[in-house]
């Protein structure tokens, strides 16, 4: 059995929440796992469309049935995923949830050194690495798919709007995949998968992979032991990563004109997202 939709990303703008939301209507079926990149892990896609269509067998009696991968929209490193999904899936649905683009990046930073993938600072990860900023490229990213896929096959949301007003962005996307919006009888209020305020764990965690030899002791040390430590580094406190005033000039500057192409898309005023700070 083949999905009908797709929700595309993008990374840290509440894609796990909407996923499990739309997953509790009862003709909507989200599959385990709910990101499976197929259409971006080149070892994945070579085990064929049928080995994919196993991920969605027990959608059985199912409306709408999908998936939602964010890496298919990291174009800068998954190239070619939109001609993948329209040569498999030429009728498929497409989600596109979106957040502030510079909020974004700050998430997915601070997530990264959450999960110990990263170890340099905010101001030099964004110096050294185009990464985070061109995954808020949302116009670039979403030109991609337009090229394969009709307007009316692509739903762009807001993670704001997901967040203010949970009901009425499930019962656009209701509507968008052909299901009954006054039969979902789900939790609104539920967040999954939300990066935590970046604490102490993520300012040690990222002090000590500076420290020579620290990844190889880590890596040799038991598990009891990592266990043991790993509560030491969890205490949480408030606070963002902190803009250099020039990188974010830099940063915005870079990132405008497809802020504006976007939000003109999806008919949004060009203040919607406040860039400057």
């Known amino acids: 059995m083949k ?93 596109y949830i979106v957040r502030h683009p510079l909020e974004r990046i700050e998430s997915q930073w601070m997530y990264n050194v959450r999960t110990n993938n990263v170890h340099k600072s905010f101001a030099r990860t964004l110096r050294d690495d185009q990464h985070l900023i061109n995954t808020s490229r949302y116009w670039w990213q979403l030109s991609k798919y337009r090229e394969h896929f009709d307007d009316t096959r692509i739903l762009v949301l807001f993670f704001e709007e997901l967040k203010q007003e949970p009901g009425a962005v499930l019962r656009d996307c209701f509507d968008f995949l052909g299901v009954d919006a006054d039969d979902y009888a789900g939790n609104t209020a539920e967040q999954k998968n939300v990066t935590p305020s970046f604490g102490l764990e993520g300012r040690a965690l990222s002090m000590a992979g500076k420290i020579p030899g620290y990844r190889k002791l880590m890596d040799h040390l038991p598990a009891s032991l990592k266990n043991s430590l790993r509560p030491l580094l969890k205490q949480q406190v408030s606070g963002h990563p902190q803009w250099d005033p020039e990188l974010r000039r830099r940063v915005v500057q870079e990132l405008e004109s497809d802020t504006c192409q976007l939000l003109d898309y999806c008919s949004k005023p060009g203040d919607y997202w406040n860039l400057a700070g």
């Open 3 to 95: 999905p009908n939709y797709i929700v595309i990303g993008s990374m840290k703008s509440g894609t796990s929440t909407l996923c499990h939301l739309l997953g509790q209507h009862p003709d909507v079926f989200m599959s385990n796992p709910k990101e499976p990149e197929y259409f971006s892990n080149p070892e994945l896609y070579a085990r064929g469309l049928a080995w994919y269509e196993t991920l969605f067998e027990d959608a059985s009696g199912k409306t709408a049935i999908g998936e939602g991968s964010t890496s298919y929209t990291k174009a800068h490193l998954f190239p070619g995923v939109p001609e993948k999904i329209a040569s498999d899936l030429p009728d498929v649905r497409l989600i």
